[in-house]
């Protein structure tokens, strides 16, 4: 027995029921098992929950939706299973259970000890739909947003009706088939067909349409509980000569609102003229071939009552398209609503393929849509070579347009598109337009009723989950909200997809790989055979090639080529078709692989300069020359170049004077041969770069140059160089220079013991002392250097003339005895200086050619010079006089003459007396000087500077000096 029911019943019987059991065993053995029931409800909702149910109940039933009962013997044991969501509720927990288990508890177990009940608990949760649900990108960077919408309250099911249209015509299509999820149907005569079809979580529903010859098309559209939805979808026929060559064609379906949607598209200048513009006053609705020569793009129709199709189409032309950027935009011209809930599809089709569906996006923060918005969809380059393209979302709006300018910055190619939509003129409705009619729905179903709810406050977040995507604003919200994101530009080459989760939802991003540019790399004279190396290798690893050859590269590479010096005998002359060159020559081209490129290496024969000069003159001369060069030159005035062929004999005619007939020719240096009277005729073959000169001589003359005194080895400088380069030289010596040459000649100012006196034979001298001598050649000339030597005699005399010493500062004085003398040139300074070691004589003074008695002599030696260098005892001083007179002193001879009688001698001690004497006693007197203070000793000499005078009688002079 269970414990329950142990519960239920006192000690008493407990112990009555042991007993009954031991003698009643038999009885209770065959009683009948007890069973009981098992109720399995649900909240919230309150049924239509279904339960896996396990095991099948006595009556072979199990799994049910709630509420329900099912009826198990005691003590079975149930297992029961909720789903984790109904409707848009989540599973909470369960209550009646004995235990539960599994994912998020939604197993229950109950043993069926008594009858049950079981409730499985669910509450509303947050659900989110986003728009659109997804984007492409090309491989350049982009940005976009995302619409959150947050959903209250799932309907079961929704009441569409789908339009199928012919996207050419925009004609109806009846019998199209029409597909979302199980519901299925054919549309009508109109190309109309209704059908209800479940709303999931995400609020969207998938369309698929096809038809005979039709190419298929699925789409999602956003749909609403509780209302009529509509959705246009346009096919295209597989069998129209533009699908059929691939033309690219832009189709746009709407819904109901807004009821004017057009369509824009601008593109490349044709004929050198402004970027076309396709739209509804301009449409060039010229079919298919007609438009082949003009505008390659065309409109089909412009649709004013709601649906579209709007079919704008790039045609081929050749098999090509129009190189070029085509910028294709959707203009909301009038009506309500707005076009990002507009419904608008554009679909982008190459011939009967679809590329790629556009969906409008969300509104970027501020932006509030109405009337006169633009949408821009798409930009498609066509590659310079007309057969491949790149595709990129652009899914932004500008406006209003009315109120100015519209430009974008960095997209707009030209000036021209920046007003576009301004002031567009007004149009009326165009017959073709598709009226909607609904068609009955299989089985007369209908949309239920749903009652709408207050936005409540549901918290939603967004993450990219890949690293190339990045969310820039709106990571997270509350209630309806936006996402805005970017995408990295894709660097690789391969198509790449990325997802960011927004509120649970799934937004996926598309982004095409680079495109691949081919470059080809060609080569002229020779045509091929030219190696070319490359820098890098492309995508397939290869890299030098040789012409003409191919590579594939990323787009926007940067590619450097670098071509051969020499191809097949001829050299490289240039490269075109690149962005930039650059090396020696521009050997080396750069190219940005920004569209499939063509280069070519141009090579011409080698060809070499030949130079031709002249000398004496060293231009001026007139040539002839033959042939003609590559540029059609002939004959030539010196110096000139021509430019010929390799291998090319040149033939140069020299004249036979020059420069007004005073120079005759002499010579041709630089040629390979000569001939002609005088060996004017100059061959040369041009196997490399040459140089040729026609050499002209003047008449020339000797100029000898000598010097006198020395007559030879006085050095001269020269200037100019003579004709055979010679300059400078030694006396005697010659140089020859052409007529009227000037000539400038300096001799040095001193040579050997000769000092530079004159030039003589020269037109003019100059500098110092006339050192610098000019010549005018105009003849032959003979110019002497002259040089002069003076001879400087000097005497010692006086009584210590043997002791005494003289020296010059130049020179040397040679000496014999008291005598010396040296040699010096012109005008060369001298100085003497006297002097005596013996202290009892001394330096007296100069005479001759110096005097004074000051030890230093200062001479020029302007001529020959002699002086005398006197040196004397050195004067004594006597203390009872310097004269005695018989026994009488005196200081001074004029004192003595009082003392003098005839026949008196006058005694003067070795001195010097400054005085004028003049004697006038009668008789004879002797004045005897140079005696000692004894006045016994001669000692020396006595000197009378002044005058002696005898008027009267004779006087004796002995040891005296008078000057």
């Not at 142990?6 to 065959?30: P, Q, Y």
């Not at 509030?368 to 990129?392: A, C, F, I, K, P």
């Not at 040729?692 to 005194?709: F, I, N, R």
């Amino acid at each position: 027995m269970s414990g329950g029911l142990m519960k239920k019943r006192n000690f008493s019987l407990i112990i009555l029921e042991v007993c009954l059991s031991l003698f009643f065993i038999s009885l209770t053995a065959s009683a009948v098992i007890a069973s009981y029931e098992l109720t399995v409800n649900s909240l919230n909702p309150a049924s239509g929950v279904a339960v896996t149910v396990t095991p099948n109940d006595n009556s072979g039933q199990g799994n049910g939706t709630t509420s329900f009962t099912r009826t198990y013997d005691d003590t079975a044991e149930v297992t029961l299973t909720a789903p984790a969501m109904v409707g848009w509720n989540n599973f909470i927990n369960w209550t009646g259970c004995d235990s539960t288990s599994g994912a998020g508890n939604t197993d229950c177990t109950v043993s069926m000890t008594a009858a049950r009940a079981v409730t499985a608990n669910y509450q509303d949760v947050c659900h989110f739909s986003i728009l659109p649900a997804d984007r492409y990108f090309g491989s350049n960077a982009g940005t976009g947003s995302i619409r959150v919408t947050e959903q209250l309250s799932p309907c079961s099911e929704v009441s569409l009706t789908v339009l199928v249209t012919n996207a050419l015509t925009g004609a109806a299509i009846p019998n199209a088939a029409v597909t979302s999820g199980a519901q299925s149907g054919f549309t009508d005569g109109t190309g109309a067909f209704k059908l209800l079809v479940p709303l999931d979580l995400t609020g969207n529903a998938i369309v698929s349409a096809s038809a005979v010859n039709y190419g298929p098309v699925t789409t999602t559209t956003s749909l609403t509980c509780g209302t009529e939805n509509s959705v246009s979808v346009s096919l295209m026929p597989i069998n129209n000569v533009g699908t059929l060559r691939g033309d690219i064609r832009m189709v746009l379906t709407w819904g109901l609102n807004p009821g004017d949607l057009d369509s824009h598209l601008t593109g490349p200048s044709v004929g050198g003229g402004s970027r076309f513009h396709v739209y509804y006053v301009d449409k060039n609705n010229c079919g298919s071939a007609a438009c082949n020569a003009g505008i390659p793009a065309w409109l089909d129709v412009d649709d004013v009552t709601s649906y579209g199709p709007e079919t704008v189409t790039i045609m081929k032309s050749n098999g090509l398209f129009t190189p070029g950027l085509y910028r294709y935009s959707i203009h909301h011209f009038a009506g309500s609503s707005d076009i990002a809930n507009s419904g608008a599809v554009v679909n982008l089709y190459e011939g009967a393929t679809l590329i790629r569906t556009f969906y409008p996006p969300y509104p970027a923060a501020g932006q509030t849509l109405s009337d006169d918005w633009v949408w821009t969809v798409l930009e498609l380059e066509v590659d310079t070579d007309g057969t491949s393209y790149e595709l990129n979302d652009i899914g932004t709006y500008f406006g209003p347009v009315t109120a100015g300018s519209v430009s974008r910055p960095g997209q707009n190619p030209s000036s021209e598109e920046r007003d576009l939509f301004r002031d567009l003129p007004p149009k009326q409705e165009e017959p073709g337009g598709t009226a909607l009619s609904v068609a009955p729905v299989e089985g007369g179903r209908s949309a239920g009723a749903v009652t709408p709810l207050t936005v409540g406050s549901c918290p939603w977040t967004a993450v990219s989950n890949d690293a190339w995507i990045s969310i820039t604003s709106g990571d997270s919200g509350t209630g309806n909200g936006m996402v805005g994101y970017s995408a990295s530009a894709n660097t690789g080459t391969s198509l790449r997809t990325g997802t960011i989760t927004v509120g649970g939802q799934t937004f996926t991003v598309i982004q095409s790989g680079a495109p691949i540019r081919t470059l080809s790399v060609n080569s002229s004279n020779p045509a091929s055979g030219v190696a070319v190396t490359i820098t890098p290798d492309d995508n397939n690893g290869q890299g030098n090639g040789t012409t003409s050859f191919t590579r594939m590269y990323v787009n926007n590479t940067e590619v450097t080529l670098t071509a051969a010096d020499e191809a097949d005998g001829n050299i490289f002359s240039t490269w075109t078709g690149c962005n930039s060159t650059s090396g020696a020559g521009g050997i080396i081209c750069s190219v940005k692989m920004s569209a499939s490129r063509t280069v070519k290496a141009v090579y011409v024969k080698p060809t070499f300069v030949l130079t031709v000069n002249s000398t004496n003159p060293a231009g001026g001369v007139s040539i002839s020359v033959d042939p003609n060069d590559n540029s059609s030159h002939v004959s030539g005035t010196t110096s000139f170049t021509r430019r010929y062929n390799f291998d090319t004999v040149v033939t140069l005619t020299a004249p036979a004077t020059a420069a007004g007939n005073s120079v005759n020719f002499g010579s041709w240096t630089g040629c390979d041969s000569t001939s002609g009277a005088g060996g004017s005729i100059c061959a040369v073959k041009m196997t490399e770069t040459k140089t040729v000169t026609a050499h002209y001589l003047m008449p020339t003359y000797t100029l000898t140059v000598q010097s006198a005194t020395p007559s030879s080895g006085v050095e001269i400088t020269v200037t100019p160089n003579d004709n055979s380069g010679q300059g400078n030289g030694t006396s005697s010596f010659t140089r020859t220079f052409n007529k009227d040459t000037v000539v400038t000649l300096t001799a040095p100012e001193t040579s050997g013991d000769s000092g530079f006196s004159s030039w003589t034979g020269c037109d003019s001298t100059s500098g110092a002392g006339g050192v610098t001598c000019s010549v005018n050649m105009w003849g032959a000339k003979t110019v002497t250097a002259n040089y002069l030597a003076y001879t400087l005699t000097v005497q010692k005399d006086g009584t210590g003339a043997s002791l005494g010493t003289v020296v010059a500062d130049s020179g040397v004085l040679g000496w014999t005895g008291v005598n010396g003398s040296a040699v010096y040139p012109v005008n060369t300074p001298v100085q003497l200086t006297a002097s005596i070691n013996d202290a009892n004589y001394m330096f007296s003074g100069w005479s001759g050619n110096c005097g004074g008695n000051g030890t230093v002599c200062n001479l020029i030696m302007n001529g020959s010079k002699a002086v005398t260098a006197t040196f004397d005892h050195v004067p004594v001083s006597c203390i009872n006089g310097n004269i005695l007179v018989g026994s009488s002193f005196h200081t001074t001879i004029e004192s003595s003459l009082s003392s003098i009688v005839n026949g008196a001698l006058i005694k003067l001690a070795k001195n010097s007396f400054v005085e004028n004497v003049a004697f006038e006693t009668p008789g004879l007197l002797t004045l005897k000087g140079g005696l000692n203070c004894d006045f016994a000793t001669i000692i020396g000499l006595s000197t009378v500077v002044g005058s002696i005078t005898i008027s009267v009688g004779e006087i004796t002079i002995d040891g005296i000096i008078i000057r």
